[in-house]
């Protein structure tokens, strides 16, 4: 049964009602039609279509190059391998510098089988935002650590360390909603600022390294399952304690978010 037909399939309201019921949900990424079933299957809420392929698919040391031809191809496999998750998929890039060019993009993500597009940044994506959820795209905004501005930012680190750093992200989180964002994406940030922002919005916030407290969480699909080169502190590797193989892990990963067992202390930064 495809996604478009499955009556369980995962909405934006499903998401908004395990929020507001205090359920987590999880998250992974995927890129293949055949990893979109199998983590999809296992409970997967939300799949994310990472431009961090640019990684771990085609081993660049960062996200820069990746192309709206590569996130189209990807969302399709996604989409026809998906059994019933929400979709999300990444505007790569420089893929939305322009009003025109966001939304020709944003539409084709859309029709590649996206439900939902995500794009990084803060206050200087509130307009970009609006012009997408006005025009009936949902989006997530992704905030903290934001790969896209990794040569701005001076390498992968932890954002919101600092009082005026922590408070800027929390201004800017708000805009977002209120500019019509549906769901936020946080990473790399202290647990307390995780939590915080978590509980001043409405919308859902999923987190990656921002502790256990955000509404959902999310992972890389390589760091699950430990064969990304890299282990960075807020990951976990599911894959040595499964006794299913990968599907065992994946159900792992969602067992242990839903019961509060991931992410640890040992996987937050405070
Ligand atoms: O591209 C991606 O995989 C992401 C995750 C790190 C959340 O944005």
């Not at 990304?228 to 792992?252: H, M, Q, R």
Request: aromatic share 4%; charged share 15%; hydrophobic share 40%.
């Amino acid at each position: 049964m495809s996604s478009q037909s499955n009556s369980k399939a995962v909405t934006l309201t499903t998401l908004l009602d395990l929020k507001a019921r205090g359920e987590k949900f999880s998250c992974l990424t995927a890129y293949d039609a055949c990893f979109a079933t199998i983590l999809s299957e296992a409970g997967v809420e939300v799949l994310l279509v990472g431009d961090s392929l640019g990684m771990v698919l085609q081993g660049h040391d960062s996200t820069l190059p990746v192309t709206m031809a590569d996130m189209i191809y990807h969302t399709e496999c996604v989409k026809r391998g998906n059994r019933g998750a929400l979709i999300m998929s990444d505007l790569p890039f420089m893929s939305y510098a322009s009003e025109t060019q966001t939304l020709e993009n944003a539409a084709s993500l859309m029709r590649a089988g996206a439900h939902m597009v995500k794009l990084e940044g803060g206050a200087w994506i509130a307009n970009t935002t609006r012009l997408l959820a006005e025009r009936g795209i949902p989006v997530c905004a992704h905030m903290g650590l934001t790969p896209q501005s990794v040569n701005r930012i001076g390498g992968f680190h932890v954002q919101g360390r600092n009082t005026e750093q922590a408070e800027m992200i929390i201004e800017e989180a708000q805009l977002l909603q209120d500019a019509g964002a549906s769901t936020l994406l946080l990473e790399c940030v202290p647990r307390a600022l995780g939590k915080k922002i978590t509980d001043s919005l409405n919308i859902p916030v999923i987190g990656i390294g921002a502790g256990p407290d955000t509404s959902g969480q999310i992972m890389v699909l390589h760091d699950v399952l430990g064969v990304s080169p890299i282990t960075p502190k807020f990951v976990k590797n599911f894959l040595t304690d499964s006794d299913n193989g990968i599907p065992g892990a994946i159900e792992g990963y969602v067992n242990s978010v839903k019961n509060l067992t991931f992410p640890s202390d040992d996987h937050c930064f405070n």
